[in-house]
């Protein structure tokens, strides 16, 4: 006898094979995952380090510039000292009138390098000879503005440094005095070739293109002022966005930093604090640090892929080494597979090969023993299948003998019954036909009894074609057909005036068979039955999806909660409350759930009043 086993989806070699391989992908993505970890880690770690060094040398540039712009600017403070009181013996000999001052005549006795100015106390340049600076208001800068205003109030000579003019841009030496009278600031400007040529020589602009080849993610410096204009570059178009964060560097002294998410670039407004050689805070400067992420991007690209080599290399060797391996350990279990494959192929006196393997030799000994066994049992089985077989034989022609029997049982008792249905049916007909005679025979105290005798006799008669129609249901084999409901229901609907249709189809279709118009009729006469006189029944139709919904309402007595599931049974005996008491809705449930598959359930028409009447709520399978 042929065993016949489903194949294994993968071999034991192959199995362990992709073990090994996974353990080798396994530990080699961690230790590799590690370390693309780390090293990411270690970029991003170097490139913050060199980041704040070439701030920090940034800043420091800028402030050795700034201590060497320092000494220069302040050689000439003594130099512009003579001039100053010059002007002010001026403003004196005007008798405190700034109006009556000559002051083309005295820039042309001082030089041509010379520029006079006299700011009043609202800090509007109210006399110049330089036109472009005439009407300057320096109060729109608060800052500058609160210094002035200082000055004025005091009464020593002022020195500052060498710095641009708010119009025009151009480098001039000032040097400020307020008058006797503290109601100006009279202010001298200074600027020669000379002095031009060599202040040029340093400036803070130098010190950005040393500071952009330090860091390769550094790709822009710009610096600016307290006015927000760049420095060294004349032609610069202040945006107010960013004049914005310069003022708020300048007044807060915090970095600002704005990323574009789309570039991964960012920008950072750092801090140039110059205030350390005694200059006022308009000396001070904000640098602008553009940085790119693109370098660390490709390092790391790079350094993936130099991971994913290393890892496309290790899995290789891997695979190669246990592919050798598993092979190696996987010959003796192919063998003994081999063997015992003969065997389940039927061939029992196949031997096994034993292996040098001391759990596979252990292994070979056993099979070779159960095979032995198994012949054995195979013999005995064999003469136990006879056996049994001579069993089955005789058993197959008792059952025959006794199934014959009660076919002939079943279809005796159907032929008494149909000749005590016709009986009865012939004697109940016979019995009404007598009781119309005898009521026009008969008149006075007993037309009473002759009702009462008829309903008997029309019950007797609907007992006798419900137990037919449950024969009928019991004997019916062949298949559910389409079947349409609506000339059945509005047949009902025309012999009784109390029911009321409604269709959302005028033409539903149900599965089921002809004695569907059996199920309606019983719940049409158990609502006229228990309604009485004045019942209403309602009719409706609609179609849900796959399934047609018919239910009927009535405004009968109702039947309590309690009561409601048993109104489905046979025979049922019981509460007063039970409608039916007989075969009419044991019927309609048995064509309804257990002929066509579908459902009833009865609810209160009125929700939660059972006395407002019932809901018979029936559902079909589309036809």
Same mark, same amino acid.
């Given at each position: 006898?042929?065993?016949?086993?489903?194949?294994?989806?993968?071999?034991?070699?192959?199995?362990?094979?992709?073990?090994?391989?996974?353990?080798?992908?396994?530990?080699?993505?961690?230790?590799?995952?590690?370390?693309?970890?780390?090293? @990411?880690?270690?970029?991003?770690?170097?490139?913050?380090? =060199?980041?704040?060094?070439?701030?920090?040398?940034?800043?420091?540039?800028?402030?050795?510039?700034?201590?060497?712009?320092?000494?220069?600017?302040?050689?000439?403070?003594?130099?512009?000292?003579?001039?100053?009181?010059?002007?002010?013996?001026? *403003?004196?000999?005007?008798?405190?009138?700034?109006?009556?001052?000559?002051?083309?005549?005295?820039?042309?006795?001082?030089?041509?390098?010379?520029?006079?100015?006299?700011?009043?106390?609202?800090?509007?340049?109210?006399?110049?000879? *330089?036109?472009?600076?005439?009407?300057?208001?320096?109060?729109?800068?608060?800052?500058?503005?609160?210094?002035? @205003?200082?000055?004025?109030?005091?009464?020593?000579?002022?020195?500052?440094?060498?710095?641009?003019?708010?119009?025009?841009?151009?480098?001039?030496?000032?040097?400020?005095?307020?008058?006797?009278?503290? #109601?100006?600031?009279?202010?001298?400007?200074?600027?020669?070739?000379?002095?031009?040529?060599?202040?040029?020589?340093?400036? *803070?602009?130098?010190?950005?293109?040393?500071?952009?080849?330090?860091?390769?993610?550094?790709?822009?410096?710009?610096?600016?002022?307290?006015?927000?204009?760049?420095?060294?570059?004349?032609?610069?178009?202040?945006?107010?966005?960013?004049?914005?964060?310069?003022?708020?560097?300048?007044?807060?002294?915090?970095?600002?930093?704005?990323?574009?998410?789309?570039?991964?670039?960012?920008?950072?407004?750092?801090?140039?604090? $110059?205030?350390?050689?005694?200059?006022?805070?308009?000396?001070?400067?904000?640098?602008?640090?553009? *940085?790119?992420?693109?370098?660390?991007?490709?390092?790391?690209?790079?350094?993936?892929?130099?991971?994913?080599?290393?890892?496309?290399?290790?899995?290789?060797?891997?695979?190669?080494?246990?592919?050798?391996?598993?092979?190696?350990?996987?010959?003796?279990?192919?063998?003994?597979? !081999?063997?015992?494959?003969?065997?389940?192929?039927?061939?029992? !006196?196949?031997?096994?090969?034993?292996?040098?393997?001391?759990?596979?030799?252990? =292994?070979?000994?056993?099979?070779?023993?159960? +095979?032995?066994?198994?012949?054995?049992?195979?013999?005995?089985?064999?003469?136990?299948?006879?056996?049994?077989? /001579?069993?089955?034989?005789?058993?197959?022609?008792?059952? $025959?003998?006794?199934?014959?029997?009660?076919?002939?049982?079943?279809?005796?008792?159907?032929?008494?019954?149909?000749?005590?249905?016709?009986?009865?049916?012939?004697?109940?007909?016979?019995?009404?036909?007598?009781? /119309?005679?005898?009521?026009?025979?008969?008149?006075?105290?007993?037309?009473?009894?002759?009702?009462?005798? #008829?309903?008997?006799?029309?019950?007797?008669?609907?007992?006798?074609?419900?137990?037919?129609?449950?024969?009928?249901?019991?004997? #019916?084999?062949? /298949?559910?057909?389409?079947?349409?409901?609506?000339?059945?229901? #509005?047949?009902?609907?025309?012999?009784?005036?109390?029911?009321?249709?409604?269709?959302?189809?005028?033409?539903?279709?149900?599965?089921?068979?002809?004695?569907?118009?059996?199920?309606?009729?019983?719940?049409?006469?158990?609502?006229?039955?228990?309604?009485?006189?004045?019942? /209403?029944?309602?009719?409706?139709?609609?179609?849900?999806?796959?399934?047609?919904?018919?239910?009927?309402?009535?405004?009968?007595?109702?039947?309590?909660?309690?009561?409601?599931?048993?109104?489905?049974?046979?025979?049922?005996?019981?509460?007063?409350?039970?409608?039916?008491?007989?075969?009419?809705?044991?019927? +309609?449930?048995? =064509?309804?759930?257990?002929?066509?598959?579908?459902?009833?359930?009865?609810?209160?028409?009125?929700?939660? !009043?059972?006395?407002?009447?019932?809901?018979?709520?029936?559902?079909?399978?589309?036809?």
């Amino acid at each position: 006898m042929k065993i016949d086993t489903p194949s294994p989806s993968l071999s034991f070699r192959w199995l362990l094979f992709v073990v090994i391989l996974v353990l080798i992908l396994v530990t080699t993505g961690a230790v590799l995952a590690a370390n693309y970890q780390s090293s @990411t880690a270690t970029l991003e770690d170097n490139r913050q380090t =060199l980041q704040e060094n070439t701030e920090y040398t940034l800043i420091q540039s800028m402030e050795l510039v700034d201590r060497g712009l320092h000494l220069f600017d302040h050689s000439l403070d003594y130099k512009l000292k003579e001039p100053m009181d010059r002007f002010l013996m001026a *403003y004196e000999e005007s008798g405190g009138d700034p109006g009556k001052i000559d002051l083309k005549g005295l820039k042309a006795d001082l030089g041509e390098e010379y520029e006079l100015y006299i700011i009043n106390d609202a800090g509007v340049v109210e006399y110049t000879t *330089y036109p472009p600076d005439h009407l300057m208001d320096f109060s729109i800068y608060p800052q500058f503005f609160s210094r002035l @205003t200082s000055i004025r109030e005091g009464n020593i000579y002022v020195t500052d440094r060498i710095t641009t003019e708010i119009q025009t841009g151009e480098l001039r030496k000032f040097v400020y005095h307020p008058t006797p009278d503290n #109601r100006y600031i009279l202010e001298i400007g200074y600027m020669s070739d000379e002095v031009r040529d060599l202040r040029l020589g340093l400036r *803070y602009t130098e010190i950005k293109q040393p500071v952009l080849e330090m860091n390769p993610y550094l790709t822009s410096i710009r610096i600016y002022n307290f006015l927000g204009e760049e420095v060294g570059n004349s032609s610069y178009a202040p945006l107010d966005a960013r004049t914005r964060i310069i003022t708020s560097v300048l007044e807060t002294g915090e970095t600002v930093v704005h990323e574009d998410p789309t570039t991964g670039s960012y920008t950072r407004f750092i801090f140039v604090d $110059l205030s350390g050689t005694g200059n006022p805070p308009e000396m001070n400067l904000v640098a602008e640090l553009a *940085y790119t992420r693109e370098p660390i991007q490709k390092e790391l690209a790079h350094l993936l892929a130099t991971h994913l080599g290393i890892a496309i290399v290790a899995v290789l060797f891997g695979g190669i080494l246990a592919y050798g391996v598993t092979n190696r350990l996987a010959r003796p279990i192919h063998r003994l597979v !081999d063997d015992t494959d003969r065997i389940a192929g039927g061939d029992l !006196d196949h031997p096994i090969t034993p292996s040098r393997l001391p759990e596979l030799r252990s =292994l070979s000994f056993s099979l070779q023993s159960m +095979v032995t066994h198994l012949k054995e049992m195979m013999q005995r089985l064999s003469a136990s299948e006879e056996a049994l077989k /001579a069993k089955n034989e005789e058993l197959e022609d008792t059952v $025959l003998e006794r199934t014959s029997e009660l076919s002939d049982a079943h279809a005796q008792a159907n032929f008494y019954l149909d000749i005590i249905t016709h009986d009865i049916q012939n004697t109940n007909h016979t019995a009404q036909l007598a009781l /119309a005679l005898l009521e026009e025979e008969v008149r006075g105290s007993t037309d009473v009894y002759i009702p009462q005798i #008829r309903a008997s006799l029309q019950k007797s008669d609907a007992i006798i074609s419900r137990v037919s129609t449950l024969r009928e249901i019991q004997e #019916r084999d062949e /298949a559910l057909q389409p079947i349409h409901i609506a000339p059945l229901l #509005r047949s009902e609907a025309d012999t009784h005036p109390e029911i009321s249709l409604s269709m959302d189809d005028e033409d539903p279709v149900v599965l089921a068979d002809p004695l569907i118009s059996q199920a309606f009729a019983n719940l049409i006469d158990n609502s006229l039955k228990f309604g009485g006189d004045g019942v /209403a029944i309602w009719i409706s139709v609609t179609g849900r999806d796959d399934w047609v919904m018919i239910q009927i309402d009535d405004t009968g007595p109702g039947i309590p909660d309690s009561h409601k599931n048993e109104i489905f049974g046979r025979y049922t005996r019981g509460s007063s409350w039970i409608r039916g008491k007989g075969l009419g809705l044991f019927i +309609v449930k048995t =064509l309804i759930v257990d002929r066509y598959g579908g459902s009833i359930r009865v609810e209160d028409r009125v929700p939660g !009043d059972y006395t407002q009447g019932l809901s018979f709520i029936i559902t079909l399978k589309k036809g």
